[in-house]
């Protein structure tokens, strides 16, 4: 019996994710890179390494993309975090270098397909999924179907006089809740002299701290990292409490890097949303961390070829 595969790319402000999956939704192989100032070579290159063994078995590419897309042309129309792709076609791009379907998504929207076919979503017919990492994206699932709308929660304004966001607007939940908001934060406090074992970190190069860096100083007992994290957290519940009044959902789902912090971050983000949101609505929702990780993307990537039934 002949073997089918499809390739799921995650493409992300920081890394590109791509994975070569059976037909079945089993990743066959995984690869990785940083996603650099050339997103689209960097994405040939994970392709062109995980379709040349599989020439002729390969059937499609669904790609998962950080920014708003035109789903149906399959355009990055942007990209606030990986302005290299604005404008892009990428059905366009991709296929015509591999002759293959190829199907274009937004990431979080993506991560929220996957959940819900082989995730945390699979118990739940109406859930929100939020991704927090470079920044902050999110993915509606109503009645077992996710919704074909941009859903950019992490641009949603939760402060009519915060500063401005790449996106254009001002005071957006992922200028205060990503990773990058975190980091951002971090360095600038220590760098006007706030003390912190993070300025020991990297060998005292500060623009090296990772948000995974702060999680680690903030468990050695460092009190701006803790207070960093927490305050991350409550702009997240300030949003997650938007959500919950909006949509009521049965559940809202976190994926994404931050969730490692989830004794600090997300504990402080349930506490606002508690009480934020409407009582009735928040005592029937679940808050709960994605079970597929990093894979969330590039699996609900893979299921825009396998659900399309590429032959």
């Not at 077992?144 to 941009?150: I, K, Q, S, T």
């Amino acid at each position: 019996m002949e073997k089918k595969y499809v390739i799921g790319v995650d493409l992300g402000g920081t890394n590109i994710r791509a994975a070569l999956h059976a037909f079945d939704g089993t990743i066959v192989k995984k690869l990785k890179e940083r996603t650099g100032k050339k997103p689209l070579q960097v994405l040939f290159n994970l392709l062109d390494a995980l379709s040349s063994p599989h020439a002729k078995e390969v059937r499609g590419i669904g790609i998962a993309v950080a920014g708003l897309v035109d789903r149906d042309r399959g355009i990055v129309v942007v990209s606030p975090n990986i302005h290299a792709l604005d404008g892009v076609n990428l059905k366009e791009e991709v296929g015509k270098r591999y002759g293959l379907p190829v199907a274009v998504e937004n990431d979080a929207n993506a991560a929220a397909l996957g959940e819900k076919l082989a995730g945390a979503g699979r118990g739940y017919g109406d859930f929100v999924l939020l991704t927090l990492g470079t920044g902050v994206g999110g993915g509606v699932v109503v009645r077992d179907r996710l919704l074909p709308v941009a859903a950019e929660i992490g641009h949603m304004s939760i402060n009519l006089d915060g500063p401005p966001c790449p996106c254009g607007n001002v005071g957006c939940l992922e200028l205060y809740a990503s990773a990058t908001a975190i980091i951002g934060n971090a360095v600038a406090e220590v760098e006007k002299g706030s003390v912190s074992i993070l300025k020991d970190f990297h060998n005292g190069n500060l623009y090296k701290i990772t948000a995974e860096d702060i999680y680690k100083a903030a468990l050695e007992g460092d009190t701006l990292s803790r207070t960093i994290l927490r305050e991350a957290g409550k702009g997240l519940g300030v949003g997650i409490a938007s959500i919950v009044n909006i949509f009521s959902p049965e559940a809202v789902i976190l994926a994404g890097g931050l969730i490692g912090a989830w004794n600090m971050y997300v504990e402080a983000a349930i506490k606002e949303a508690s009480k934020r949101a409407l009582k009735e609505l928040f005592g029937k929702v679940s808050i709960v961390p994605s079970t597929l990780g990093d894979d969330a993307g590039i699996t609900g990537a893979a299921h825009l070829i396998i659900g399309a039934g590429a032959a």
